[in-house]
């Protein structure tokens, strides 16, 4: 196989394996916010997860609101993904690995709230007042981040900055935390 195929193969894999982790990481925080379960786009994230979760969940028993079998799912995905990314690169993965796990899952984790601010904000650009799903459950995921902001940071002639301090605060962490060369793709 040469470079190209290598680099779409790389890019196949992390694309899947990185929405798939999306989807488990945001079916756990929507179980920790409360969010509604009766909503289209929660029903969608708890639809996409539940064929991998719920068997895992049948052995595994939730704590309080922590849903442990999806963060396990989680676990167990992000392992097989780095193994899999060191492995197609031909590099030799070292005992650091657990080390790479948890930095890849809080980094994926930073990403994702930057994207759901980004989408909070985009979306009451486009419509302020007006509701839909994922107006809703954006709103039901942010808005305890948000909230301890904008007592800081009042709005300024309307315009609430509170998204773009926290998505430039993910963004530092997220570099602050770092993950190694192949692990950035």
Known sequence: MNANAYNALLFFVSALAELFMWALILRIILQLRRADFYNPFSQMVYALTRAVVDPVARLVPRY????????????????VYIKLVYSLLGLKLEWVIFQYLYRKIL?????????????????????PGVHNPAGNILWTINEPLLRPVRRWLPSVSGID?????????????????????????
């Not at 309080?64 to 392992?79: E, M, P, S, W």
């Not at 984790?109 to 419509?127: C, E, H, I, P, V």
Request: glycine fraction near 4%; hydrophobic fraction near 65%; charged fraction near 5%.
């Open 64 to 79: 309080k609101r922590f849903d442990t079998a999806a963060f396990l799912v989680l676990l167990l995905l992000a392992l």
């Open 107 to 127: 980094v994926m984790t930073l990403n994702l709230y930057t994207f759901t601010l980004f989408m909070q904000a985009l979306l009451s650009w486009m419509g």
């Open 161 to 185: 900055f509170s998204p773009l301090v926290l998505i430039f605060a993910f963004q530092v962490l997220a570099r602050l935390i770092g993950l190694p060369g192949p692990l950035n793709w």
